[in-house]
């Protein structure tokens, strides 16, 4: 065991304790998947992350470093808040990208871009799998939440990595009255993610137009306060479907306490980002 560089960032907000924390393990070289998985259940945290070297053909891809992502549960592909609180830690540690302005991540799930301007990142969302849920599916995760058929104005599987359920609601009072059974969520094995868009959602930029809430309860954790993956699916499907505008700002979190935003845009190259502010909550050392 060695000292290992840590930092603890919180995600999604500038001021700290308001967004999701996300542990950072800077230099994760000698690692087994054994260390990683228990200092993972250790930190408790949704996600802990190990940076690394890229590998050799990532870095012939352009890759600047390689991520592996954590939860107390096991090894995820991606992540989003992981992704962009793992990259501000590499910056603040005096590493510089191979293209300015451009960090490129190597992570299971494939490369994936980062634009910085300051304190504020963005990911450009992985590509999405996305269908129909089954028939069965959709009634039975209403019932869980309880939600009335009514309030359910579209249904789609998301698959960015974590593979969600993604729910189109009637109004933001319903996503913030929902009081879910988290027992028979987790019994179904359906990590389920919810959104209003508000009709006027991208007239300010500033203003969050819409809403969102993440229950992952067959993962162990019964709501995420923040969620770049489920986002960024979300984004994806309803800019696509049209019913959503190609600029929007979320918030996430009230429920919990927290106060996320997620600032959602795509590009003229119908690239969809995901971005949010980061600030530095712990920094030191940790022994593993």
Request: glycine share 10%; aromatic share 6%; hydrophobic share 40%.
């Amino acid at each position: 065991m060695q000292q290992r560089l840590f930092r603890q960032i919180d995600v999604f907000s500038h001021h700290p304790g308001f967004g999701n924390p996300v542990a950072v393990v800077l230099d994760a070289q000698g690692l087994s998947d054994a260390d990683m998985r228990r200092f993972a259940a250790w930190t408790n945290l949704s996600e802990t992350t190990f940076l690394m070297p890229p590998t050799a053909a990532g870095h012939a891809a352009g890759a600047d470093y390689r991520l592996r992502i954590f939860s107390p549960r096991g090894e995820l592909p991606f992540a989003g808040h992981p992704t962009l609180g793992t990259c501000r830690a590499w910056l603040q540690q005096g590493h510089t990208p191979r293209v300015p302005g451009l960090v490129v991540q190597e992570s299971a799930q494939g490369l994936v871009q980062i634009e910085h301007q300051g304190d504020t990142l963005a990911f450009a969302a992985p590509p999405l799998q996305r269908s129909k849920p089954s028939p069965a599916l959709v009634p039975l995760v209403a019932s869980a939440l309880r939600l009335r058929p009514h309030q359910i104005q579209a249904a789609q599987l998301l698959d960015n990595g974590p593979v969600w359920l993604g729910l189109l609601l009637d109004s933001a009072e319903t996503v913030l009255g929902l009081t879910p059974d988290h027992a028979r969520l987790k019994d179904l094995g359906q990590d389920v993610g919810v959104i209003h868009i508000a009709p006027d959602a991208g007239a300010d930029p500033e203003r969050p137009g819409a809403v969102v809430r993440a229950f992952a309860a067959p993962m162990g954790n019964p709501e995420d306060p923040v969620t770049g993956s489920l986002n960024a699916s979300l984004a994806q499907w309803l800019i696509g479907e049209g019913l959503a505008p190609t600029r929007y700002l979320v918030a996430q979190g009230e429920c919990l306490g927290r106060a996320g935003r997620v600032y959602i845009h795509q590009d003229a190259q119908g690239q969809v980002w995901v971005g949010g502010h980061t600030v530095t909550c712990i920094e030191g050392t940790a022994l593993l």
